[in-house]
């Protein structure tokens, strides 16, 4: 998981700008237990039952190529302290991913000051 | 003895062309696999179908200098793979823009999700000190 690894090696950045980093997928619990081993500075969400990947609308309409188990599409969302979105992500393709220092920049410059 | 200048085996001389093409080919998912075990940076290899292609070009070049079954074999070979490569990164791998309820300004709506462990999470959890960043991921990627 070159993503969560990196998210999590980088964490003090986040911590630095106040900002806790939830990564979410349609694991089930004892998969995600596992990841929150491997990833203890990041908050695990198993959304096995969709409950927040139908609220913020992320579910891709492919199956997944693994196990053809449906599947978010990848989608960052940056939230402040209000829970008031301040900036929605999406790469053009499957294979791309924010860095975390992309992360940390699009945290500067959309949730710097919100109260 | 003979002071007659030698000519060139065409043969010989475009084999350059071949080799080089089957390197630059084989070097497209070499540099992917150091851009992921290295440098560790999630983005798109474009480069991947660019090398195939240019390899197939040098290829076609040795095929035109000199025939022979193994360049045919070797031009179906890396023109499969360059093929495949352009659909996938291009084609396949795109993902549909956002299209959900979310918007900047917009608070969360109501959700009911868990944590690893098992605990509630719900949008009640993001309110308070800190703010927040959501990432859906998937697979093992």
């Known amino acids: 998981m070159i993503e969560l690894g990196q998210l999590e090696a980088h964490h003090d950045e986040f911590d630095r700008r106040q900002t806790r980093v939830i990564v979410a997928s349609t694991e089930n619990t004892g998969?995600?237990?596992?990841?929150?081993?491997?990833?203890?500075?990041?908050?695990?969400?198993?959304?096995?039952?969709?409950?927040?990947?139908?609220?913020?609308?992320?579910?891709?309409?492919?199956?997944?190529?693994?196990?053809?188990?449906?599947?978010?599409?990848?989608?960052?969302?940056?939230?402040?302290?209000?829970?008031?979105?301040?900036?929605?992500?999406?790469?053009?393709?499957?294979?791309?991913?924010?860095?975390?220092?992309?992360?940390?920049?699009?945290?500067?410059?959309?949730?710097?000051?919100?109260? | 003895m003979s002071t007659e200048p030698a000519t060139p085996n065409p043969r010989r001389s475009s084999r350059l062309f071949l080799w080089l093409g089957v390197l630059i080919t084989i070097l497209g998912p070499a540099l992917y696999a150091a851009q992921i075990i290295q440098a560790r940076r999630l983005t798109t290899p474009w480069y991947l179908p660019t090398s195939a292609t240019i390899g197939l070009a040098l290829v076609l070049w040795s095929i035109i200098k000199a025939r022979t079954i193994t360049?045919?074999?070797?031009?179906?070979?890396?023109?499969?793979?360059?093929?495949?490569?352009?659909?996938?990164?291009?084609?396949?791998?795109?993902?549909?823009?956002?299209?959900?309820?979310?918007?900047?300004?917009?608070?969360?709506?109501?959700?009911?999700?868990?944590?690893?462990?098992?605990?509630?999470?719900?949008?009640r959890d993001l309110a308070g000190t800190q703010n927040s960043a959501i990432v859906f991921f998937r697979g093992r990627w």
């Open chain 2, 71 to 123: 360049r045919f074999a070797l031009l179906a070979v890396i023109g499969l793979f360059a093929v495949a490569q352009w659909f996938f990164v291009a084609a396949l791998s795109r993902l549909p823009e956002y299209a959900g309820p979310m918007a900047m300004g917009r608070p969360l709506p109501h959700f009911t999700s868990k944590r690893a462990d098992g605990s509630a999470f719900t949008e």
């Open chain 1, 31 to 115: 998969d995600a237990k596992q990841t929150q081993t491997d990833f203890p500075h990041l908050i695990i969400v198993a959304d096995s039952e969709h409950g927040l990947i139908n609220a913020l609308g992320v579910m891709d309409s492919r199956r997944s190529p693994a196990n053809g188990g449906s599947m978010a599409a990848p989608t960052t969302f940056l939230v402040d302290k209000n829970g008031v979105v301040g900036w929605v992500f999406r790469p053009s393709r499957v294979i791309e991913r924010l860095s975390p220092g992309d992360l940390a920049a699009a945290i500067d410059q959309n949730l710097a000051g919100r109260r």
